[in-house]
């Protein structure tokens, strides 16, 4: 009987808080994916004066891709998700700094409009800061969770 219980290990029970983030983690990321496509390719077939580098939307479909992957893992509740996640995350923090700046200097640039009582590029501003935000905050929980994976 104590040979049977060796050999069969009970998988992890998985907290709601993970089910809850992995799956807006891969919906995000789907949603994100989808978004990136469409910028990859108008990028590519449109005529477009705004100055953004290609390279920005095929990376972000690579590290949405890898956050799907992840967040798969550690629905399973493998810690390897989290080590696979974090990195990606943080990632896409750097790369939504990226965008929010390349933004702000084509707001700055071609975007004038007198009649507004703010700059226009305040709204890139607090976009990119609560994609920065967010991004912290999902590391920040998943690795709260950790001790609970195997």
Not at 26 to 53: K, R
Not at 91 to 108: N, P, R, T
Not at 120 to 130: E, F, H, Q, W
């Amino acid at each position: 009987m104590d040979a049977s219980k060796d050999t069969f290990q009970e998988k992890p029970i998985r907290p709601a808080l993970i089910t809850v983030m992995c799956i807006l983690t891969i919906v995000g990321s789907s949603i994100g994916i989808v978004l990136d496509m469409i910028s990859f390719f108008s990028l590519q077939v449109g005529n477009v004066d705004i100055p953004y580098p290609i390279w920005l939307p095929g990376l972000g479909i690579a590290f949405g891709a890898g956050k799907i992957v992840a967040a798969v893992f550690m629905l399973n509740m493998k810690k390897l998700g989290f080590y696979i996640y974090a990195p990606l995350e943080a990632g896409v923090a750097c790369l939504s700094m990226v965008s929010g700046k390349i933004q702000m200097e084509y707001m700055d640039v071609s975007f004038v409009n007198q009649t507004l009582p703010f700059d226009p590029s305040i709204i890139s501003m607090v976009t990119t800061g609560m994609w920065v935000i967010l991004s912290i905050a999902f590391i920040i929980l998943y690795g709260s969770q950790l001790s609970k994976m195997e």
